[in-house]
């Protein structure tokens, strides 16, 4: 959902016009944008946009090449010269594009809109070639079978990521500061232990296939041995792809060898990206392509969280755990906006049977204090992150931290929610239009309820014990503000402000 995505399905949406067709042809091959040409292709790979079209198991399948190099898949469909396309580009982002084909071009449009249509052209002979370097071929995978737990995570992991604030501008001096300010903040103490390079440390490969940092990153041992020592963890982040999403260099064809460096580096978590993955397996390969890695780690006996992030492709909550990870992303890139936040985190109950501990469902990392939210909508973010048990990474400068920003990823209580030891998510019992109540059964016969009221008014929000699965009476605490509540008997009620949150612990009493 981060718009250089969006970028292009807005590009490719903002589609139209259908081109007169001369006979029906053949769809299948490479298409590029017309924006695209060899000097984008030879010198910044990550930004091309192409669509390529293959017949398999005689239908017609397509992956569209946004920029970050991811692949998506694309449902085709010819019929003569018209043409119909799915974008699949994660779960509940589906994008379709009708369209019409000429011998070199290809006209899309979105059903209904009045924009002019994208065209798509044949690659030069030149470009193919490019391409054709930019996926190499397709190297085996092992039969998929399920790993045992690794006995990791055995509650959501904790920690920060440099992705949702510093995204490439990174370096060892930024990860030490960061690291300190965990320390002088209180996270730490309050859970938050990894320490997650996100995309942007990678350098080249030496002459041996070692992959090595960026000069930015002149010491990965002396950075894991610093936040080692101030009782932190190191996490790391590749691709099973040949590049990154960043455009940086991927794993493809050095699984082995890369886990054998994390391993020496002195690694703890490990955040595997699709990416340009896309643009050589197919979706159905990723139980086997995330294995691989799985067992590579396993292979160097360090232990090592296994973080899946595939968007939420291909049911990965139904094969995330048996594929070794501990956490599998089940969406899209989260962004520091109430609209994307809420859209994801609403999103997450039917998956609730998946997580258990060991194995979590990751709706992405913490957007608290980046600043485009307002308090109460932070507030929202974290209550509904600790309710599904998801994996608290934050994603702010940490060393900049506002008192506030602090205070809302270091409450004891919603932290307890988040960390309860049963590891049962938390579900939606009660929805009337924007207003919508879970629950999360927790440890001691309590049960964490949080009344969200998604609106843009104020308002009531109740629900009754039957709904909330409840008993008899419960003394209630009010987690945000920390105060013990009177005894509620038959329902809760309470106002709730706008995008705002009441967060209880019903005790029965
Ligand atoms: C993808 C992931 C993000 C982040 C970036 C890095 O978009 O979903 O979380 O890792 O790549 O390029």
Redesign the pocket.
Known sequence: M?CNRCGTLVALAAVVALVEVAAAQEIAGMWVLQDVNAEILARQPQNVRVLAIREARGGLIGKLIVP?LAGVPVAVEQHGDRVRLVIQMARGMETPLEGTLTADHLSLTLPGSTNPPTMLRRPSAEELQLLERLAPEKLPVPSMKALPANGLARTPPMGFST?NHFQ?EIDDRTIRDIADALVATGMRDAGYVYVNI??GWQGERDEHGNLRSNRKFPDMNGLADYLHGHGLKLGM?TSPGPR???GFEGSYGHEEQDARTFAAWGVDYL?Y?W?SAGLIYDDAEMPAVYLKMAEAIRATDRPMVFSI?Q?GRADVWKWGADAGGNLW?TT??IADQWQVMSTIGFAQDELAPFAKPGHWNDP??LEVGNRHMTAAEYRTHMSLWALLAAPLIAGHDVKSSAPETVALLTNREVIAIDQDPLGRPGRRVVQRGPLEVWTRPLEGKRTAVALFNRGAVPATIEASFAELGIDGRAGAIDVWAQRSLDVFEGSVSADVEPHGVLLLVLEPS
């Open positions: 981060r970050r992705w490439t996100d995309d982040y990154s999403c960043a955040k990206d990416c992030c968007y992303r899209g890139d992405d990392m």
